[in-house]
């Protein structure tokens, strides 16, 4: 149960502790806090309309309660973020059935251009039950950024030290509640203490047919120049989670396109690049109804 609540919360197990510190404690102040009122308006607690007030009070008390009681233990931006949510649940059809993440929430990761993540954007701008809630890109001159800018979607920029080798930015996902990863041309290697919290969460796009033309060092004109190296006759995309091994995870998707003898690696990229754009905002939005 901690296990799922941890998922579903995108917390750690001591922020889990806290939370549920949290909920503990801010029950207990509303419902002290409740009683006391009703001491101050003398009604009887033991009577009906005493016991229909004294549960409009708690209903009333508890968001602040919760708010109060988690600042001093920290906690704070994820009680700001469930009450919120709870309270857009009866006032909007944008609202799931979990307060702690009411619509699907992406994080797109590129590194360049960012053709890809433009797609995914447009394609879930119009969306209510889809955000496009960051960008996370670790290259200050990627294309991705200025993209993600015009689309009013914040953009994080990290550095290789904490992202491979710290905690991987998981507090700033945790922030935006990021519920599912699209890499979109994001040239790092994923970390598996992020692997490990977004367990099938995490989908590549690969600019050809894998498993072939994958791995370390294959990438953007790489794999196209090896492509027509060794005479292939088709290539495409494949759409896959992410595990730990570069472009290994399961297979979700592939879509295929001919290599002609005059096709050089800009001119195959380029089909390539329509199959992508073609394809990725589709298959994500399936991954996301199933
Ligand atoms: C795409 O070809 C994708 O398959 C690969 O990186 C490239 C990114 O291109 N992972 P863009 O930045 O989306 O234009």
């Not at 979109?184 to 367990?199: E, M």
Request: glycine letters at 8%.
């Amino acid at each position: 149960m901690f296990q799922k609540l941890k998922q579903r919360w995108k917390v750690n197990g001591l922020n889990l502790a806290l939370i549920i510190t949290t909920f503990a404690l801010g029950g207990s102040l509303c419902a002290y806090a409740g009683r006391k009122l009703l001491l101050l308006m003398a009604i009887d607690k033991t009577t009906f309309w005493g016991i229909i007030l004294y549960i409009l009070l708690i209903t009333l008390l508890w968001p602040l309660a919760v708010l109060l009681v988690s600042i001093p233990l920290g906690q704070f931006p994820f009680f700001k973020r469930y009450i919120t949510r709870i309270f857009s649940r009866f006032g909007s059809k944008k609202t799931g059935n979990n307060p702690a993440g009411p619509s699907t929430r992406i994080a797109i990761f590129a590194s360049g251009a960012g053709s890809n993540a433009r797609q995914v954007i447009d394609h879930f701008s119009a969306s209510s039950t889809v955000e496009i809630a960051l960008l996370v890109c670790n290259n200050p001159h990627a294309g991705a950024i200025a993209i993600a800018k015009a689309a009013g979607i914040p953009v994080l920029l990290i550095e290789k030290e904490r992202f491979l080798n710290g905690d991987a930015y998981l507090p700033e996902l945790k922030q935006y509640d990021i519920d599912l990863i699209v890499l979109a041309g994001f040239l790092w290697k994923v970390p598996a203490q992020l692997i490990r919290c977004y367990p099938q969460k995490i989908v590549n796009i690969h600019p050809a047919l894998l498993p072939a033309y994958g791995g370390k060092g294959m990438y953007g004109h790489h794999v196209h120049e090896a492509v027509i190296l060794h005479k292939e006759t088709e290539s495409g995309i494949t759409i896959h989670y992410v595990d730990e091994i570069y472009d290994h995870g399961a297979i979700i998707f592939q879509a295929r396109c001919p290599v002609d003898a005059a096709d050089t690696a800009a001119s195959l990229a380029k089909k390539v690049h329509a199959l992508e754009h073609r394809h990725y905002p589709t298959v994500i939005e399936g991954l996301i109804k199933k």
